[in-house]
């Protein structure tokens, strides 16, 4: 069997993305705790000071959306995202020979 190895940059990613996972887990953890029924003692976040549910999910994907635009770039600069082979493709029909 051959051997396999990731990318330095698909690893990165893979953090990336661990990380914004867990920072989600941590917001719904907080919105849980918030939102819960009953006096809760456990101690609120940060971002319980944040005011409304909208702007928490905007901040998220605001986050997101930055993290996405860090990776394309970073894949756009080592030339591996295939937009350099969009100009090599055919949306017609070939004419029979």
């Known amino acids: 069997m051959q051997?396999?190895?990731f990318p330095r940059t698909a690893i990165a990613l893979m953090v990336a993305t661990f990380l914004a996972v867990l920072g989600a887990i941590g917001l719904a953890a907080e919105?849980?705790?918030t939102a819960g029924f009953g006096g809760s003692t456990?101690?609120?976040m940060?971002?319980?000071a944040l005011p409304a549910l909208p702007f928490r999910f905007f901040l998220m994907?605001?986050?997101l959306w930055?993290?996405?635009?860090v990776g394309y770039a970073v894949l756009f600069a080592l030339r591996w995202s295939g937009v350099h082979r969009l100009s090599n493709i055919v949306t017609w029909?070939?004419?029979r020979q």
């Open 46 to 48: 940060w971002w319980s």
């Open 61 to 63: 994907l605001l986050f």
């Open 66 to 69: 930055v993290v996405g635009a």
């Open 3 to 5: 051997a396999f190895r």
């Open 42 to 44: 456990l101690p609120s």
């Open 31 to 33: 919105i849980s705790r």
């Open 93 to 95: 029909p070939q004419p």
